[in-house]
């Protein structure tokens, strides 16, 4: 696969984002189930892995523990987060954010004991609580850095005078955000100051949470606590307007001979070699096909064509709810 720059790696120019076994979309899938979709991962060139305390409080660390690591560390990028837990409430899981020095170095420590490595190869914050100033939480994980816990660090869902401010403290070597087609807050100012500072940005949700490929049609038998849920673009009547958009961009995909998720990550790799997309999924056939969208090549006309059918400008409902948004660094957002 065609590799990109993340920080002092070569990494695959499409990563894998592993929440989806653990968190997210409702499922909590065992090592059996989980193993194929990596090996399909690996085989197709993939070195780029991401994942976080957060998913399934541990589960998900604990599963590549034994279907990732064991046997691949060596060949692979490994990423974790720490900063965000998942709690019960009444009201079902609620997420707590705590960026103080002594959480993150802490739960980085267990995450190192989970995944059953000595060093991450890339620490994230996952969300800053806007509480604990950054210099202080990136203070700590250049600590880190030094003490040969994690060798790079990076920020989640931050702002761009926020990693300007972080990156005076100690390098940071990635962002990571949402963005894609239908997402585009990153290109109102973070794209700009990763381009300038040499960070990259990790693209995370980039075929949508599932809505810029061929096969999602709606919400109808997903389960409760699947996240889309309760985003206010996937629920009536937002979504039916956003389908519309939806069905314009697998049109594109099919005169091009390419599925929609390739076209998706296509744009994004030839928006900026900055990005760096890492879509997740829990099927083999899908890990296969993402990966190949590395080595797809839309003509310039191609690409503007696609640029231009969906966006901020004609996508209905916000991305999050209230509460999940109220995580998201908004200065600049
Ligand atoms: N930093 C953060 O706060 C944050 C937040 C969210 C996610 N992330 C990271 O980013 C990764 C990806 O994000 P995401 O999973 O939310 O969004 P995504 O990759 O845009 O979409 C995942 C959804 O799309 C489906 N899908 C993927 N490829 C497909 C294909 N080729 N054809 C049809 N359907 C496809 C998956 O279903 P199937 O399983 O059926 O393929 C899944 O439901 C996560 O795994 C996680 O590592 C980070």
Redesign the pocket.
């Known amino acids: 696969m065609p590799t990109r720059r993340l920080g002092p790696f070569q990494v695959s120019a499409i990563g894998?984002?592993?929440?989806?076994?653990s968190?997210?979309?409702g499922?909590k899938m065992t090592a059996e189930q989980a193993k194929p979709?990596i090996d399909a991962a690996l085989q197709a060139g993939t070195t780029l892995f991401?994942?976080?305390m957060?998913?399934g409080n541990g589960h998900n660390e604990t599963l590549l523990s034994e279907i990732l690591i064991a046997g691949h560390r060596d060949q692979i990028v490994l990423c974790s987060?720490g900063g965000?837990v998942a709690e019960q409430g009444p009201e079902g899981y609620r997420r707590r954010i705590d960026s103080k020095p002594q959480t993150i170095v802490q739960n980085c420590h267990d995450s190192l004991q989970r995944l059953k490595t000595d060093v991450l190869d890339l620490y994230?914050l996952?969300?800053w609580d806007k509480v604990t100033p950054i210099e202080e939480v990136v203070g700590a994980m250049g600590r880190l850095v030094e003490q040969g816990k994690v060798r790079t660090i990076g920020l989640?869902?931050v702002s761009a005078a926020t990693l300007e401010k972080a990156h005076s403290v100690h390098p940071i070597t990635a962002v990571?955000?949402?963005y894609?087609l239908w997402t585009r807050n990153p290109e109102i100012a973070l794209l700009q100051a990763c381009e300038k500072l040499g960070v990259a940005l990790?693209?995370?949700?980039?075929?949508?949470?599932?809505?810029?490929?061929?096969?999602?049609e709606g919400l109808d038998g997903l389960s409760g606590d699947d996240?889309?849920q309760k985003m206010p673009r996937f629920l009536s009547p937002a979504f039916e307007h956003n389908q519309a958009l939806q069905a314009s961009l697998r049109a594109k995909a099919r005169a091009l001979g390419v599925?929609?998720?390739?076209l998706?990550l296509a744009w994004l790799l030839q928006k900026s070699p900055a990005i760096i997309?890492?879509?997740?999924?829990?099927?083999v056939?899908?890990?296969r096909?993402?990966a190949r969208a590395a080595s797809l090549s839309l003509s310039h006309e191609d690409w503007q064509v696609v640029d231009r059918l969906i966006g901020q400008d004609n996508v209905v409902g916000g991305r999050y709810d209230a509460a999940a948004q109220a995580g998201v660094d908004t200065e600049n957002f």
């Open positions: 894998f984002g592993c929440m989806n076994f968190h997210g979309y499922q979709v991401d994942t976080a957060l998913y987060k965000m994230y996952h969300r989640s869902e990571q955000s949402e894609s990790v693209a995370f949700s980039p075929v949508g949470r599932g809505f810029l490929t061929d096969s999602f996240l889309r599925t929609t998720a390739q998706a997309p890492i879509p997740g999924t829990t099927s056939d899908h890990a096909e993402n």
